[in-house]
């Protein structure tokens, strides 16, 4: 696909999906502590799931030196509910401690200096820039990313490095911290993983997997 086709698509996905007071995101977070604590808990686990466990959490843990005191094993009671709670109460504690050591208390605002958080990889440290400092380096690939980037013709690859690689490639910059909200949106209420609604698609028509799927007669 090229950059003209690609732009299309955004825009008529930000025509089906308004961002409305800049708000793209789906945790309930606040500040930058609570974006990248909310965002390692997300990992693998509804974010419903994560917005459930928020209030209690962060009435124990306020502040990162509070959470930076606790240990995991204190932590994971108020977590139980979400995937693999035990070795996410050892990262978000880890994370805390390291953001207190090593950064001051504040959450840091650079890709390098994120990546050596427990529990943060690119995907994690993409959203928490964006959402956090309104920095976009890249663009946060999920499974809803990956799904729709190979359906409509953004990537050939499933490997999210890859797949990331080629969506900064093929985006203007000043769009990038569009894209994983808008696909993650189409990706649930449209482009599923079983039986995607092909007749409610915006871009049906700019996409690869229902132009493969149209000329099979299927």
């Known amino acids: 696909m ?16 308004p961002i409305v007071d800049g708000q793209r995101h789906f945790l309930e977070f606040y500040n930058p502590y609570e974006t990248l604590i909310l965002t390692i808990l997300s990992a693998q686990t509804t974010d419903r799931a ?7 959490l962060f009435a124990r ?8 005191r606790a240990e995991p094993e204190e932590v994971e009671p ?8 035990r ?9 805390a401690r390291k953001v207190v050591d090593e950064f001051g208390g504040e959450v840091p605002r650079t890709m390098e200096e994120l990546l050596q958080l427990p529990g943060v990889g690119r995907k994690t440290a993409n959203i928490v ?14 499974t809803h990313v990956a799904r729709l980037s190979k359906r409509l013709g953004f990537t050939g690859s499933k490997n999210p490095d890859i797949i990331e690689r080629d969506l900064v490639a093929l985006f203007p910059e000043e769009v990038w911290g569009d894209i994983n909200y808008l696909l993650i949106r189409h990706g649930r209420a449209v482009c599923t993983a ?13 996409c690869r997997y229902y132009r493969e799927l149209r000329d099979e007669g299927k």
Request: glycine residues 4%; proline residues 4%; hydrophobic residues 40%.
């Open 61 to 68: 843990y306020p502040t990162p030196e509070a959470l930076a």
């Open 2 to 17: 090229n950059r003209t086709t690609a732009c299309e698509v955004h825009r008529r996905l930000l025509e089906e999906y």
């Open 129 to 142: 820039l964006s959402q956090a400092f309104d920095i976009n380096v890249g663009i946060a690939v999920d």
């Open 87 to 95: 070795t996410k109460a050892r990262h978000i504690v880890g994370a």
């Open 194 to 206: 079983q039986n995607p609604k092909h007749d409610r698609c915006v871009v049906a028509d700019l």
């Open 50 to 56: 994560v917005n459930a466990v928020r209030d209690a």
């Open 78 to 85: 108020l977590i139980r509910t979400i995937g693999f709670h």
